[in-house]
């Protein structure tokens, strides 16, 4: 494998600690979502940025105690780019290690890993059941709900948002629209 794995190795390796769906699922989300913000902040890297969203939770499946940790050995132990591990490591900042997302790259990664799996329980409700045509009104609404998709940290979404000094609702509204490109060929 490259020091920088290609999509292709990226989701080999992805399926070597995954095989739960929803997981497969949420990474292919996020390496969208990267792309999307690839293409106005680093045009030239946006595979890189793909392939970090797309392994940003290498381990969660097989070692959840240890998420954020373990994926650091993992991606060391086959070599892979320090900046890679530092970037998918760094999601996990103030939770399970100390890396903080210091490039634009890794504080969006920060801000919306959690706010994907907000907005896409929100999906699940929508009358189209989809992301497309979704408003920031129905994600706000939601957000504001603490026992609706529970498992999504509003504190970290707000600090994501803070790190990138955008407004919480810039934050959704961006990251919906990121999203919707993704609609049909994941079903969200």
């Not at 699940?124 to 408003?135: A, D, N, T």
């Not at 979404?157 to 919480?168: E, N, P, R, S």
Request: hydrophobic share 40%; glycine share 6%; with cysteine.
């Amino acid at each position: 494998m490259n020091a920088v794995p290609t999509m292709e190795e990226a989701q080999k390796l992805l399926e070597e600690y995954n095989q739960d769906a929803f997981h497969l699922k949420h990474a292919k989300i996020v390496s969208g979502v990267m792309g999307y913000f690839a293409k106005e902040y680093d045009p030239e890297n946006i595979e890189f940025w793909k392939v970090v969203g797309l392994l940003h939770d290498l381990d969660f499946e097989q070692y959840p105690e240890q998420h954020c940790i373990k994926e650091q050995e993992i991606m060391r132990a086959r070599g892979l780019d320090e900046r890679l591990i530092h970037a998918v490591a760094s999601h996990g900042y103030g939770i399970t290690v100390d890396i903080k997302p210091e490039h634009i790259m890794e504080k969006i990664l920060y801000a919306t890993d959690e706010l994907t799996g907000l907005i896409g329980a929100v999906a699940l409700m929508h009358p189209s059941k989809s992301v497309r045509g979704m408003q920031l009104k129905s994600v706000k609404k939601k957000f504001k709900t603490p026992s609706f998709a529970a498992g999504c940290s509003r504190e970290v979404i707000q600090k994501g948002a803070d790190m990138l000094g955008w407004t919480l609702d810039e934050l959704i509204t961006r990251t919906i629209e990121a999203m919707q490109p993704l609609c049909d060929e994941l079903g969200i």
